[in-house]
């Protein structure tokens, strides 16, 4: 199912946490189950990237609202506004509750590295050449490396 809607202005957490996410406007009544999800997105100001993606009500922060929020590695501009279309690849894992910020932090990364790991692994199964240049685009240009606290 592909997820259409507008970026709009989130809690400014996640720039804290070092992962800021675009935070999309869709209709409640289309959300999908919560989890965190290897997703794809598709935008004017980006072209077709890869994404982790968090839907639900961040249990973590006591949230009370269900968001739908993505993460694009290696993409630092604003997409306040713009639209975007998700489609979601596979589910990682459910939302869950951590006792740290610095532990939701380590979660992500971990999450990033999953959603990377998913994409290359789909790239080698594929029967024809991987073509690079859009193997690289989906990537982003920054090198997925482990985050420490
Ligand atoms: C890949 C990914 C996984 C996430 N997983 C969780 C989670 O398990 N539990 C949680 O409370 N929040 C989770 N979040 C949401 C973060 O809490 C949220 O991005 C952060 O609070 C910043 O939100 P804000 O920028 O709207 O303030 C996740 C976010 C991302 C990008």
């Known amino acids: 199912m592909l997820y259409c ?34 997703g794809k997105v598709d935008g004017s ?6 994404a982790a993606v968090s839907v639900g009500t961040r249990p973590t922060v006591d949230g009370k609202r269900r ?10 501009g604003n997409l306040y506004g713009t ?5 979601l ?9 951590f006792s740290s910020l610095q532990g939701l932090k380590r979660q992500i990364a971990q999450d990033v590295r999953n959603v990377l790991e998913f994409k290359i692994k789909g790239l080698a199964k ?18 997925v490396q482990s985050k420490k606290a």
């Open 5 to 38: 809607g507008r970026v709009v202005s989130g809690y400014q957490l996640g720039r804290k946490l070092g992962y800021p996410t675009a935070n999309l406007k869709i209709d409640p009544a289309i959300f999908p189950k919560d989890g965190v999800y290897a």
């Open 83 to 87: 639209k975007l279309k998700v489609s």
């Open 45 to 50: 100001k980006l072209g077709v990237r890869l």
């Open 126 to 143: 594929d029967r024809q050449t991987p073509d690079r240049k859009k193997t690289s685009r989906l990537l982003g240009s920054r090198k």
């Open 67 to 76: 968001v739908f929020e993505i993460y694009i590695p290696g993409f630092k």
């Open 89 to 97: 690849l596979k589910k990682i894992r459910g939302q869950k509750k």
